[in-house]
């Protein structure tokens, strides 16, 4: 898994059931019977996607995958199970992310419902779910994008009980066809949440006044006004005028809204990254046949040194998103009360594997140059669906700062607390490299052997380490239900989830060159936020965060791209490459940190300490680029 490109001609979905199988085949039979010249044409001329949709409503597609076990009234065939979802939202980004995208926001929508102790709305999900329908989530506003506190669909209570909704929505996928809207709003007689302050801690009487209920997006009070989008997909601007909101419609309420909110997009927003995967397979297989076969002064496009950069590159980084995204499944699958890792692990799926594909697009872009942009190309179709997913479920900096809540505990609990004594050594941010690199290393070689005798001698740091002594996550592909998504309870508490140690698995790699000086950029990092800890000042400054989150998440992506690497024997060669990549553009990143107007100055020294040349093999390079030129031909969609 993760180690080739997914070929519709040739996949057999090996690793999952019978009827799971059956239905991923399904799909991609019909699109390659609905042929590329259609596909292309309809999504040109914006045409609704009817026959799709009819497609999964004949086959049962979306009542199958996105129906929980609970809900399933004894088919054996329903649940939700994060792999085959992954496995569907690559399919449908391979072919076009318009069809990826009803399918996404149909998952959104689902999201309140399915967590919601609200039995009448279930079944009633469950049962249109089951006749075919689409799904909405009503959350975003176009004068408060996602300041949700701010939200102005006021519902007003009325004598006889109930509600009316009055306020509109916007950026509202399937919002035009929608059997059900999971909409957010407040109530007319309890106070607002002033956004401004959201930092402080709220009261359960200030949440109370906020909801989530369903609407029907056929009702004559739900007024659809427009698509805001040029696209074949539907992103809906809509309004509700005194629209009733029985109580059989709230999903709900108070605090509960919020986590619901939270907890739906953490479910969400994983797809994002499948979807930039099948994408780029489907461009890179189009990239490399059109540059492998077009011969200029001589020599084919994909001999020329720069071209031959950019498709290694972009190969090596297609392979990263890939295994980087099966090892992430895993951790979502295995996700529990006590072991909330995913919730890095699934911000970095949206946030950085969708920037790895935008990366990618580009360069394949100036592999392919003007034929990218032909009619009869998959390529431009997906374009600006690439440059989109990154800023789709919560921007980058919104995941960034998500992300960087986990830094301490990633970087340093418990397995190397004794490094923060960096911090009190007199010049520790200024002094020359070595003598850091060599006391950060003798303090963090104390902190792991210590651990043993430590933690029996110290109870709170014995209950500190079972904390973080999470059992071994498996290869998830078997055929059960993700329920416990459905419940992740509260959205705070990011600060008490603890990881393992992340140095192991890049030491059992260490023999490949550039993830040994990878490995060494990553201790330097660790010594410079021991040495150079960011101020109170530059913590609320999120343009110096994000330049330090560019650094720190790169950790973890590599971590899990390593650990599948390990689970499904990837080349050697492949990970070099991609590895030399890492080693780029993370010494740009720390340059970039460096150059920060903010920074200190022992931060500006330390951020030095991170910059690394990669280790150059030619033959390494050949012998990904002879993978990469094997692509030429391969796969081409039916006409």
């Not at 990254?273 to 780029?280: D, L, M, Y």
Request: net charge neutral; hydrophobic share 45%; proline share 4%.
């Amino acid at each position: 898994m993760g180690q080739s490109l997914f070929n519709p001609k040739t996949c057999d979905f090996a690793e999952f059931d019978a009827e799971t199988r059956r239905l991923l085949r399904a799909t991609v039979d019909y699109f390659e019977a609905f042929g590329k010249v259609r596909l292309l044409a309809e999504s040109r001329d914006r045409v609704w996607y009817a026959d799709f949709l009819d497609f999964i409503k004949r086959e049962r597609v979306f009542a199958t995958f996105l129906t929980p076990a609970e809900q399933a009234g004894g088919d054996p065939n329903k649940r939700w199970d994060t792999a085959r979802i992954a496995m569907m939202s690559k399919i449908l980004g391979f072919y076009g992310m318009q069809f990826w995208y009803v399918w996404q926001v149909t998952i959104l929508g689902l999201g309140p419902i399915w967590q919601s102790p609200n039995a009448e709305a279930k079944a009633r999900a469950a049962a249109l779910l089951e006749s075919g329908e689409i799904f909405a989530f009503g959350l975003s506003e176009k004068e408060h994008g996602a300041d949700i506190y701010s939200t102005d669909m006021v519902l007003e209570p009325q004598p006889d009980g109930g509600y009316t909704a009055t306020g509109g929505k916007h950026y509202i996928g399937n919002g035009n066809l929608a059997g059900m809207v999971s909409v957010f709003g407040r109530r007319a007689d309890k106070p607002i949440i002033d956004s401004s302050d959201f930092l402080r801690k709220m009261t359960d009487e200030e949440y109370s006044g906020y909801l989530f209920f369903a609407a029907d997006s056929r009702h004559k009070n739900y007024k659809l006004r427009r698509n805001v989008v040029d696209s074949q997909m539907y992103v809906a601007a809509f309004d509700l005028d005194a629209y009733p909101v029985a109580e059989s419609d709230i999903l709900h309420t108070g605090r509960a809204a919020f986590d619901a909110a939270m907890n739906t997009v953490n479910v969400g927003k994983f797809n994002l990254g499948f979807g930039a995967v099948g994408a780029c397979e489907h461009a890179m297989f189009e990239a490399v046949t059109h540059a492998h076969g077009r011969i200029l002064f001589g020599h084919r496009v994909t001999e020329f040194p720069q071209v031959k950069s950019l498709l290694a590159d972009s190969y090596a980084r297609l392979i990263g998103m890939k295994l980087y995204s099966e090892r992430a499944i895993d951790y979502m699958r295995s996700a529990n009360a006590n072991d909330r890792r995913y919730l890095l692990f699934n911000a970095i799926e949206k946030m950085s594997v969708t920037r790895h594909g935008q990366q990618l697009y580009e360069d394949l872009a100036d592999v392919i140059a003007a034929r990218g942009f032909e009619n009869d190309m998959y390529f431009p179709m997906a374009m600006v669906g690439m440059f989109g997913l990154p800023r789709l479920e919560g921007t980058v900096h919104v995941n960034m700062a998500l992300s960087l809540k986990f830094m301490p505990n990633f970087m340093f609990h418990p397995a190397d607390a004794g490094l923060a004594a960096l911090r009190y050594l007199p010049g520790a941010g200024v002094a020359p490299k070595g003598a850091v690199r060599a006391v950060s290393g003798a303090l963090s070689w104390t902190s792991r052997r210590a651990t043993g005798p430590a933690a029996k001698a110290v109870p709170a740091l014995r209950a500190e380490f079972a904390r973080a002594a999470h059992a071994p996550v498996p290869t998830r592909r078997d055929a059960a239900d993700d329920e416990f998504l459905f419940r992740q309870g509260p959205s705070s508490g990011l600060g008490k989830i603890r990881f393992g140690d992340w140095r192991p698995v890049f030491e059992k790699f260490a023999h490949i060159p550039n993830v040994a000086v990878f490995l060494e950029q990553a201790l330097a990092f660790q010594a410079l936020l021991a040495a150079a800890t960011p101020t109170a000042a530059q913590q609320q400054d999120v343009d110096f965060l994000f330049a330090l989150g560019e650094l720190f998440t790169t950790l973890p992506y590599a971590q899990l791209i390593l650990e599948q690497a390990e689970i499904a024997g990837a080349d050697e060669a492949v990970l070099d490459q991609l590895f030399d990549l890492f080693v780029r553009e993370f010494s740009r990143h720390a340059l970039t940190l460096h150059t920060k107007p903010t920074a200190t100055k022992a931060q500006q020294v330390r951020a030095l300490d991170l910059v690394r040349r990669p280790i150059a093999d030619q033959a390494r390079f050949e012998a990904v680029l002879t993978q990469v030129t094997a692509l030429a031909g391969v796969y081409e969609m039916n006409p």
